[in-house]
């Protein structure tokens, strides 16, 4: 009832909110978000918003272009590449996926998510020897990452390595 009180930047979030969560249709909140955009093209939070509208309604390449817009909007929000990269092996595209996982880990080389994530890619992609690479070097950079002390682990027991594998998992 009071939404006219509010800021026009701030009435698009919101309506686009309501029509998802309160009304349940997707395709308003889209519609909405689409406008804000529209209007307000260099709102990073505008197509932020609409980027996830479109992965939660399985329009990938959509959200994906949103997300580069994204990074054309503000080049320092490197945390969009993990996300573009998420988006590409959400449609089994692994070598695009793992572009922009080098991408990010060339932008934030201290963040060991980023080689743990292309530890993930190496291994679904069935290179062993790059996976456990990928994983180790998540390890040299947190030697307490348990995510990649049991991805190792796990690869190792994939790989016949029981011993290994044992022994990662003790550790």
């Known amino acids: 009832d009071y939404m006219y009180r509010l800021p026009e930047r701030v009435q698009f979030p919101v309506r686009a909110i309501t029509y998802w969560i309160v009304r349940r249709d997707m395709e308003r909140a889209i519609a ?20 996830g509208y479109y992965e939660v309604a399985g329009r990938i390449e959509e959200a ?33 996926a793992l572009e922009y996982l080098e991408r990010y880990a060339a932008a934030a080389p201290s963040d060991p998510t980023a080689f743990t994530g292309m530890g993930d890619l190496h291994r679904r992609m069935g290179a062993f020897p790059e996976a456990r690479q990928s ?19 796990s690869l190792s027991y994939e790989t016949g390595e029981f ?9």
């Open 32 to 51: 909405t978000s689409e406008m804000w955009t529209e209007l307000y093209p260099d709102d990073v939070e505008a197509h932020e918003q609409l980027a």
């Open 64 to 96: 994906r272009a949103e997300q580069e817009r994204i990074l054309e909007l503000d080049p320092g929000r490197i945390g969009q590449l993990q996300m573009i990269s998420g988006l590409y092996r959400a449609e089994g595209e692994f070598e695009k």
């Open 135 to 153: 994983y180790n070097r998540a390890l040299a950079l947190d030697p307490g990452d348990v995510a990649a002390l049991v991805r190792l682990a």
């Open 163 to 171: 011993e290994a594998a044992e022994s990662g998992l003790a550790e």
